[in-house]
T-cell receptor, first 116, second 114 residues
Framework: AQSVAQPEDQVNVAEGNPLTVKCTYS??????LFWYVQYPNRGLQFLLK??????LVKGSYGFEAEFNKSQTSFHLKKPSALVSDSALYFC??????????????FGTGTKLQVIP | NAGVTQTPKFRVLKTGQSMTLLCAQD?????MYWYRQDPGMGLRLIHY???????AKGEVPDGYNVSRLKKQNFLLGLESAAPSQTSVYFC?????????????FGPGTRLTVL
């Protein structure tokens, strides 16, 4: 079975400071990992994904994420936070061995608040 | 292109009433999904479809039914609404055979059952 955990319900960061949103996962095989962002009253939007290769993945809006196999983590990062980054962030995992319909397990979400 | 659209955006029902949520996509994706989003619980899969005429149960299917008569549409039905079905419902699509691709989400339907 696959699972994903986001240990922080909320992260507060000052504008201009670096931000990190944490995610850890559990799968039986090699994972496919995703980050999505949800702005108020909107659907989820894809930010970035890790499939294979370089452990540092770059995505939209200046975000990046680091895959760490030994720690089973996939933390989302940004060097300098913007107020407009304030949103709900979801980590998701897919186990390639889990079968046909692209079952994806989502975390519970982390609310990012960037303080001006 | 509109992408993934959902109708209606908001709805208030009384307990026992029925309704259908419509998801439409113009992306020609094979896979379609219905999720519900509840505070502190992330997204949970209700039902999914891997192609026209096929549907299957997800994690939380009880109280819901679905149909995929046309490739571009995926309907979610509540036959007898209950307060526990108060939630935000999201439709998503995915490309068949591309297991590492992301899903594409609609804007959501906020449902309140009184």
């Amino acid at each position: 079975a696959q699972s994903v955990a986001q240990p922080e319900d909320q992260v507060n960061v000052a504008e201009g400071n670096p931000l990190t949103v944490k995610c850890t996962y559990s799968v039986s095989g090699n994972p496919y990992l995703f980050w999505y962002v949800q702005y108020p009253n909107r659907g989820l939007q894809f930010l970035l994904k890790y499939i294979t290769g370089d452990n540092l993945v770059k995505g939209s809006y200046g975000f990046e994420a680091e895959f760490n196999k030994s720690q089973t983590s996939f933390h989302l990062k940004k060097p300098s936070a913007l107020v407009s980054d304030s949103a709900l962030y979801f980590c998701a995992v897919r186990d390639p061995d889990s079968g046909g319909y692209q079952k994806v397990t989502f975390g519970t979400g982390t609310k990012l608040q960037v303080i001006p | 292109n509109a992408g993934v659209t959902q109708t209606p955006k908001f709805r208030v029902l009384k307990t026992g009433q029925s309704m259908t949520l419509l998801c439409a996509q113009d992306m020609n994706h094979e896979y379609m999904y219905w999720y519900r989003q509840d505070p502190g619980m992330g997204l949970r899969l209700i039902h999914y479809s891997v192609g026209e005429g096929t549907t299957a149960k997800g994690e939380v299917p009880d109280g819901y039914n679905v149909s995929r008569l046309k490739k571009q549409n995926f309907l979610l039905g509540l036959e007898s609404a209950a307060p526990s079905q108060t939630s935000v419902y999201f439709c998503a699509t995915g490309i068949a055979g591309m297991i590492y691709n992301e899903q594409f989400f609609g804007p959501g339907t906020r449902l309140t059952v009184l």
